[in-house]
């Protein structure tokens, strides 16, 4: 266990091009923003469990002795929305309480018994999370959240090592580590958003910029500079409901749905090509070609 506490950050992400087509197994090309989550972990004596969330006005306590109590073998058993449903229970939340911060506090708990069930103690902690990434945005907040508590916790439980050695003020893991910290990641999406591609929480985990196919991840050799406008429209978005959405057009409608989704993935391709032809040899033409795509990408329709 750690002596003291630790402090941890992910990166949120925007995906250039492929975007709902992953999920489909279609690929995606991504890249990491500098914007970030921050997590600090506070090991207590105190018999509790605390979550503080600000940005989204989230404190909870529960007692350890209760939920050591618990048989969590619900977590090795059934689907994810089954385990899901039985940790609602563990929650006890209050009527008026908001989906995203339902949400949110289903996967931490998610994630605590997961990893600390392992213990012959679970470990009384406090747990304070903030961000940069607004949430509902398309920015990967979630996935940046579940990052930040799997590497946390996983650390605290020492399944894998704390990176800081000798004063350090900050480090990385190790390639492996961050796969362990990337398929824990990815369950706490899954209980956030059901069915996620798992390219965000990949994004998050190993930064920079990534290929990303049916969970297969490249990282982009040396991407060139690339100038990307984010604009936030203060409309939150739920991420699950417009994967759900594209899912059930596509079983409706496969004969118009399924090119779209295959003209995505050639659009992939493309820049993929591109973005490695500009590693090597960058040329004005070729920012001529991503910018032609996204244009292509987010052309509003005319209305006649």
């Avoid at 990641?185 to 591609?197: D, K, T, Y």
């Avoid at 991420?239 to 409608?253: D, E, I, Q």
């Amino acid at each position: 266990m750690l002596p003291e506490g630790l402090l941890v950050s992910a990166p949120g992400k925007v995906i250039l091009h492929g975007e709902h087509a992953v999920v489909h197994g279609k690929v995606a090309l991504a890249v990491a923003l500098n914007l970030r989550t921050f997590l600090r972990l506070q090991p207590r004596s105190n018999g509790k469990v605390g979550l503080s969330l600000p940005n989204i006005g989230v404190q909870r306590i529960w007692d350890v002795a209760r939920l050591q109590l618990l048989d969590t073998s619900f977590l090795e058993q059934g689907d994810i929305t089954e385990q899901v449903e039985k940790l609602k229970e563990v929650a006890g939340f209050p009527e008026d309480c908001a989906d995203r911060e339902r949400l949110a506090v289903l996967a931490f708990l998610y994630l605590y018994l997961s990893i600390c069930r392992k213990q012959s103690a679970l470990p009384s902690l406090d747990v304070v999370v903030w961000s940069e990434l607004p949430t509902g945005a398309g920015l990967g907040s979630s996935a940046a959240y579940s990052v930040c508590l799997a590497a946390a916790l996983l650390t605290l439980c020492e399944e894998i090592p704390n990176p800081l050695k000798g004063g350090e003020a900050a480090s990385r893991w190790t390639a492996e580590d961050l796969e362990v910290i990337n398929k824990w990641a990815f369950q706490g999406e899954r209980v956030i958003h059901g069915n996620p591609s798992g390219v965000d929480n990949a994004v998050s985990t190993w930064g920079g910029a990534l290929r990303y196919q049916q969970g297969k991840i490249s990282p982009l050799k040396r991407p060139p500079a690339l100038r990307i406008l984010l604009t936030h429209t203060r409309v939150p978005r739920s991420t699950k409901a417009l994967v759900l959405g594209v899912r059930n057009r596509l079983l409706k409608f496969p004969e118009i749905v399924g090119p779209l989704l295959t003209s995505m993935d050639a659009i992939s391709l493309a820049c993929e090509r591109v973005l490695g032809e500009m590693a090597a040899a960058p040329a004005p033409e070729h920012y001529l070609v991503l910018e032609t795509w996204r244009a292509q990408r987010w052309r509003p329709r005319s209305r006649r």
